[in-house]
């Protein structure tokens, strides 16, 4: 099967039609989507990064993008929505990454949610980006239906440009187990702590967060703070995530002093 065409949009009735899937991903409604039409508008006019999916010519993904700091070498992608399940979302990555690549930038950026799972492992192993910093609350809370209200906890991503395309697997960290204790483990649902002084640490996450949300947001407040507390204490303390274990655990490695 053929996969999805991706081209960059240019008109304001494709800015629309990519702001009203948005609005259909996240559940907000049409009247407060996560991107307007006009700010797309004025993005791609300024020479940043627009694009959608298409699928027999219906817009099922899109992605917005902006040069970021460092000047010259970085994109910062802001946002990008699809469908599931269909490697619409990798489609419009790579395509990103070619864009990039065409303007001699080094790296693209993003955040996204630690604790929703199928988000780290898209990123950490079919991408091979990595975290590099825990933001908190990053956007204040977030009453959408991705987000249930909680508070919007991000860790901001690097993905190296100039790194092999071979992506890694989740194989590729195994030899890092050795040793490796859990700071943070899924212990039946709930999350549970514990003292972790090894070189190699484990932080699990909740099997559904965004189901939790809804059906105990109490548990589900409980996954943000011990994952704030852990998993952003770690990268605080200047530890590194170098991969993502069975899909369910950063592997995070501290950096001998």
């Given at each position: 099967m053929n996969g999805p065409e991706i081209r960059e949009l240019h008109a304001m009735e494709e800015f629309a039609t990519a702001s009203h899937l948005y609005a259909g991903i996240w559940g907000t409604g049409t009247t407060g989507p996560p991107v307007s039409a006009e700010v797309m508008r004025a993005l791609s006019h300024a020479g940043n990064y627009v694009a959608g999916a298409y699928e027999d010519g219906r817009l099922v993904g899109a992605s917005v993008a902006f040069f970021g700091d460092p000047i010259a070498t970085t994109l910062h992608s802001h946002i990008t929505g699809a469908s599931m399940g269909r490697g619409i979302g990798l489609a419009l990555k790579l395509h990103q990454r070619q864009w990039a690549l065409a303007r001699g930038l080094?790296?693209?950026?993003?955040?996204?949610?630690?604790l929703i799972r199928r988000n780290a492992y898209f990123n950490l192993v079919k991408l091979g980006a990595r975290p590099e910093e825990y933001l908190?609350?990053?956007?204040?809370?977030?009453?959408d239906a991705i987000n249930g209200?909680?508070?919007?906890d991000r860790v901001l991503t690097a993905w190296d440009l100039t790194a092999p395309t071979e992506t890694p697997g989740p194989g590729n960290v195994?030899?890092?187990?050795?040793?490796?204790?859990?700071?943070?483990r899924n212990r039946a649902g709930r999350p549970e702590t514990a003292p972790a002084d090894a070189a190699t640490v484990l932080v699990d996450l909740?099997?559904?967060?965004?189901?939790?949300?809804?059906?105990?947001?109490?548990a589900a407040r409980d996954w943000r703070l011990a994952v704030r507390h852990t998993l952003g204490g770690l990268l605080a303390e200047g530890?590194?995530?170098?991969?993502?274990?069975?899909?369910?655990?950063?592997?995070?490695?501290r950096i001998p002093t």
């Open positions: 080094k790296r693209i950026t993003w955040t996204y949610d630690p908190t609350s990053f956007y204040g809370a977030m009453d209200g909680d508070e919007s195994s030899e890092e187990l050795t040793g490796a204790v859990h700071a943070l909740p099997d559904d967060i965004e189901g939790l949300r809804r059906q105990d947001p109490a530890a590194q995530v170098i991969g993502f274990h069975d899909r369910r655990s950063y592997v995070v490695h």
